[in-house]
């Protein structure tokens, strides 16, 4: 599939792109990005963005007196580079960009997965750029990721992105070390990702950065399984971009296993043990059934079983005293919360709770019909 095809991509930004010269912020290779990006939100693509960065965006401003910082240091270079960075990724676009940060124990903990999911799915139906970075100033190491290249692939899992565009400042994946085998071939596509291309990968030789290629391999092979298709590109190169938006590959393209519709409805059928079950109307059923729409609290009739928000649960309709099994899905309320707004508006939720963090008891993104 060509790349402007995807209807949702996610872009991690390496910080040899962010910070080329390993201190401040620069336009010298963003610009060109800035403009890929610019191009893909006119041809209808959405984008999310993961960058790197702001480590060495702050670096000027601490004092380190080493070239291996402590990570204390790094937390303190974070804090303030991450200002400086978003600034820089700013004064690029026209339209509003946003910033989130955050750690792998948000990613792990469902109700805090589902926000992140949640925000992302507001900022891009409002034409807002979504800045994502992980939060080095207080990330624990248990909590970690550890480098924006994997980020970047439980990023694209969490938005239900196509497509993964990591840029760096490599081509992509060689059958040899390009460093030291002048003759070394760029594989323009992979399609199982084996022990064998594990090997390929080296290490990197920035002592501000997290990631090499066996990062950016291990996330490629995260996103694949998940449907996602990845590719590595060398975004120090202006015509890489070129020869993406003229549906080329100019660097490694990782074949995603299935696509990520399927793998995700997959996992929601058959990994997900459902916590309860919804009893619907019929109303609700044909939304469901004919027009791909999202569940609403108007048709929910009855609740059954305890559960919490992000869990999985079971849509079923009765007629006739026969049960019948309509759909599976990721639920945006608890149980307790779910008693006090089944059957009414999605406009009365914030008057029957105080709040409304949703107005869809599950979203048609997180639903599977049975």
């Known amino acids: ?171 992509g994946v060689f059958d040899a070390d390009p460093r030291q085998v002048y003759d070394a071939k760029l594989l323009p596509e992979i399609s199982n990702i084996t022990p064998e291309i594990y090997q390929l990968a080296g290490g990197t030789s920035n002592s501000l950065a997290t990631g090499g290629m066996f990062t950016k391999i291990q996330a490629a092979d995260k996103a694949c399984e998940q449907g996602i298709d990845t590719y590595i590109v060398n975004g120090t190169k202006a015509n890489a971009f070129e020869h993406l938006l003229k549906k080329g590959n100019p660097g490694t393209r990782f074949v995603a296993k299935g696509n990520n519709l399927t793998a995700k409805k997959r996992w929601l059928k058959n990994t997900l043990k459902s916590e309860g079950t919804l009893l619907v109307d019929k109303g609700a059923v044909t939304a469901l059934q004919r027009t791909g729409a999202s569940l609403l609290p108007v048709g929910v009739q009855a609740v059954t079983g305890e559960f919490s928000k992000g869990a999985a649960i079971t849509v079923v309709y009765v007629d006739k005293h026969k049960e019948t099994l309509i759909a599976k899905g990721i639920s945006q309320y608890s149980s307790q919360d779910l008693e006090r707004i089944k059957g009414i508006s999605s406009q009365q939720i914030e008057t029957a709770l105080g709040y409304c963090p949703s107005q869809e008891v599950i979203h048609r993104d997180d639903l599977v019909l049975l």
């Open 1 to 171: 599939m060509a790349l402007m095809q995807y209807k949702r991509i996610v872009i991690k930004v390496g910080s040899a792109l962010v910070a080329p010269d390993g201190e401040g912020c620069s336009g010298k290779y963003l610009l060109t990005i800035a403009g890929f990006i610019n191009a893909c939100l006119q041809l209808n693509t959405e984008v999310i963005l993961v960058s790197s960065g702001s480590v060495a965006a702050g670096k000027s401003h601490i004092g380190h007196g080493s070239g291996q910082p402590s990570i204390s240091t790094k937390q303190a270079m974070a804090a303030v580079g991450q200002m400086q960075m978003i600034a820089n990724w700013q004064r690029f676009f026209d339209c509003a960009c946003s910033q989130l940060l955050i750690t792998h124990g948000d990613l792990k903990d469902r109700r805090r997965y589902l926000n992140i999911k949640n925000t992302l799915r507001v900022l891009l139906e409002n034409n807002i750029i979504p800045i994502i970075n992980e939060n080095d100033t207080v990330a624990t190491q248990e909590l970690k990721v550890g480098d924006n290249d994997n980020l970047a692939a439980l990023v694209a899992m969490v938005a239900d992105a196509e497509a993964l565009l990591i840029l760096s400042d490599v081509d």
